[in-house]
T-cell receptor, first 109, second 116 residues
Framework: EDKVVQSPLSLVVHEGDTVTLNCSYEVTNFRSLLWYKQEKKAPTFLFMLTSSGIEKKSGRLSSILDKKELFSILNITATQTGDSAVYLCAAYYGQNFVFGPGTRLSVLP | DADVTQTPRNRITKTGKRIMLECSQTKGHDRMYWYRQDPGLGLRLIYYSFDVKDINKGEISDGYSVSRQAQAKFSLSLESAIPNQTALYFC???????????????FGDGTRLSIL
């Protein structure tokens, strides 16, 4: 069964902390790993990772993929209250997507 | 205007009723998807369509049906709603060429459905 697992499922930190969110996947015909941020409405796209070991960065967020060990991490440095959201990881395989359960991040002032 | 529009935004209805959720897009994408989201379970695929004549079951299609009326429209029906279909429903689109490096799926804002 194709699946994506995320950990932790929820996390509470204070502003300024650095967090690491984990995503592991087991899918056939893997093509890409995607990260989304979901606040109150639709998920918004953060990163797409296709190659191992190449870090993608956007401001305080960065992500990397390990295709040998079948996992990805999303790092957020110097967290802010606006980073509070559910972070979803998805694997694109064949011609479809499978999503993990998400990590709910709460950043306290 | 939103690129992917879902209607209604919220719906409360009773067990046994027939319900239709509608999705329309202005992105010109061929591929459209319906997902449901439940707390702690992420997004689960119900049905997807890669063009007007193509309909495919996803992970959890039982109890649901879809219709792709045009490239821009993809509707989801619950023929006889039951309480465990209470969830947040998302429509998404993608371009068949997105694997060339373009942005992947675009989501609507969701329909919150409650079955009493």
């Amino acid at each position: 069964e194709d699946k994506v697992v995320q950990s932790p499922l929820s996390l509470v930190v204070h502003e300024g902390d650095t967090v690491t969110l984990n995503c592991s996947y087991e899918v056939t015909n893997f093509r890409s790993l995607l990260w989304y941020k979901q606040e109150k409405k639709a998920p918004t796209f953060l990163f797409m990772l296709t190659s191992s070991g190449i870090e993608k960065k956007s401001g305080r967020l960065s992500s990397i993929l390990d295709k040998k060990e079948l996992f990805s991490i999303l790092n957020i440095t110097a967290t802010q209250t606006g980073d509070s959201a559910v972070y979803l990881c998805a694997a694109y395989y064949g011609q479809n997507f499978v999503f993990g359960p998400g990590t709910r991040l709460s950043v306290l002032p | 205007d939103a690129d992917v529009t879902q209607t209604p935004r919220n719906r409360i209805t009773k067990t046994g009723k027939r319900i239709m959720l509608e999705c329309s897009q202005t992105k010109g994408h061929d591929r459209m998807y319906w997902y449901r989201q439940d707390p702690g379970l992420g997004l689960r695929l119900i049905y997807y369509s890669f063009d007007v004549k193509d309909i495919n079951k996803g992970e959890i299609s039982d109890g649901y049906s879809v219709s792709r009326q045009a490239q821009a429209k993809f509707s989801l029906s619950l023929e006889s709603a039951i309480p465990n279909q209470t969830a947040l429903y998302f429509c998404a689109t993608s371009d068949a060429t997105w694997t060339a490096g373009l942005e992947p799926q675009h989501f609507g804002d969701g329909t919150r459905l409650s079955i009493l």
